[in-house]
């Protein structure tokens, strides 16, 4: 883990949104540990700013972001072509624990860009969940991310999209993503569910896990407050007694849904 | 994850209910791009999807009907024939081919009211669905994926 910025070049720019656009990026001197799916850098746009981000592929000496241009930062990331450099510290926090999915039944639920930090974890659950499904919520058919990623998850894992809003060429579903439970099979009390997206959104699936028998001890959030330092001493990603960028970003749902309930936290 | 398929409301009754429920059901099938019901129409049956996928549509005038909820396999189609004046709230067509078990509402309706227990058992059920689906409304009116996360901080 670094805590200075270490310079990383961007390899390839792709857009996968009108606002959405992944960054692959290799070491530009000092490399980084590598990144476990589910853990974040800081990553800094220089003369702009730094913003946390989480892992969207692990490669074999590369590390791919998927940013959206939300602020200042952010569309700063979103401009940078390749061999233009930016700055990374971690990987910090906590990463998907995959090892509690080994040979179990897994649910993958992704709203909106909360399929980005999901998607390092399907990449490793393929072919070692017993059953998986990805299922992912979006606001409209545009704003799907890797499309093409997920027709080839399709052939070896079930794979379910809905949109808030369809156009009229649409043809899938259409509703909030926790319509999408009652379309899979699971061993509910086996299962682990892995669920990223706005928090209202994972507020809902992992209450509506938890009515279809999932026990919250097998779900994990991928939570966001807005982390600085990365490090657990700055204080200001803090969710009640835990500090998101050092106890997170995942956090198991038995940990964090009472967290979630409490006003101002 | 395609072993059973999961069945809400089936698997909420009693296997006695399960069975009478049951054995009020036609099995259909529907091809893709079937108009199933409109709007204001009679609600007189409703159905349990087996698999596949049903849009539901509202009427705007001089507009393709905009799709505003789709409804796939273990779930139920058409909550409008358990309340007068039993018309249909909105329409749907087949997205793909369906299988279902389609109900005749009347006979239902007659069995919820000569077996109370099953009835309440029904009525509860389609009342979490209808609850379900006005929180699935709400959270839509919400916005969450929107770049601003569904409005000002």
């Known amino acids: ?265 | 994850m395609t072993e059973r398929q999961p069945q809400p409301l089936l698997d909420g009754l009693s296997a006695p209910h399960r069975a009478r429920l049951l054995g009020l059901a036609d099995d259909r099938e529907f091809p893709a791009d079937m108009r199933l019901f409109d709007e204001g129409g009679s609600a007189n049956r409703f159905w349990l999807l087996r698999s596949g996928e049903v849009a539901l549509d509202l009427h705007v005038p001089g507009r393709r009907p905009p799709v505003v909820e789709t409804v796939g396999a273990g779930q139920l189609l058409g909550w409008s024939w358990l309340f007068p004046p039993y018309h249909w709230h909105l329409g749907a067509r087949t997205l793909g081919p369906v299988s279902a078990w389609e109900f005749p509402a009347h006979r239902v309706r007659a069995l919820c009211e000569a077996e109370p227990e099953f009835g309440l058992r029904l009525a509860l059920h389609c009342a979490a669905v209808i609850a379900e689906r006005l929180q699935a409304a709400r959270l839509r009116l919400v916005d969450l994926y929107a770049p601003d996360g569904g409005g000002p901080p």
């Open chain 1, 1 to 265: 883990m670094s805590t200075v910025p270490v310079p990383y070049r961007v390899l390839s720019s792709r857009p996968e949104t009108p606002d959405c656009v992944s960054l692959t990026l290799a070491a530009d001197g000092a490399t980084l540990p590598a990144f476990a799916p589910g853990q974040f850098a800081m990553v800094y746009a220089f003369g702009v700013g730094e913003v946390p981000i989480s892992v969207s592929v692990v490669g074999d000496g590369t590390v791919t972001f998927t940013v959206r241009a939300v602020g200042a930062v952010s569309a700063a990331l979103c401009k940078l072509a390749p061999g233009e450099t930016l700055g990374l510290r971690g990987p910090f926090g906590s990463g998907w624990n995959l090892d509690a999915a080994d040979g179990s039944d897994v649910l993958v639920v992704a709203g909106g860009l909360g399929l980005a930090p999901l998607r390092p974890a399907v990449h490793r659950l393929l072919g070692r969940a017993a059953r998986l499904a990805v299922l992912v919520g979006t606001r409209t058919p545009a704003d799907l991310l890797f499309p093409g990623e997920l027709a080839g998850w399709r052939e070896q894992c079930r794979v379910e999209v809905t949109v808030d809003r369809p156009t009229p060429q649409w043809r899938g579903s259409v509703g909030v993503v926790t319509a999408l439970l009652d379309r899979v099979a699971v061993g509910a009390e086996t299962a682990t569910a892995l669920v990223c997206g706005p928090e209202v959104m994972m507020r809902h699936t992992a209450d509506a896990l938890h009515a279809r028998g999932v026990p919250p001890g097998r779900v994990q959030l991928s939570l966001e407050r807005n982390m600085r330092c990365g490090t657990g001493h700055c204080g200001h990603c803090q969710l009640g007694p835990l500090l998101l960028c050092r106890d997170g970003p995942v956090v198991d749902c038995a940990v964090s849904r009472q967290l979630l309930s409490v006003r101002e936290l």
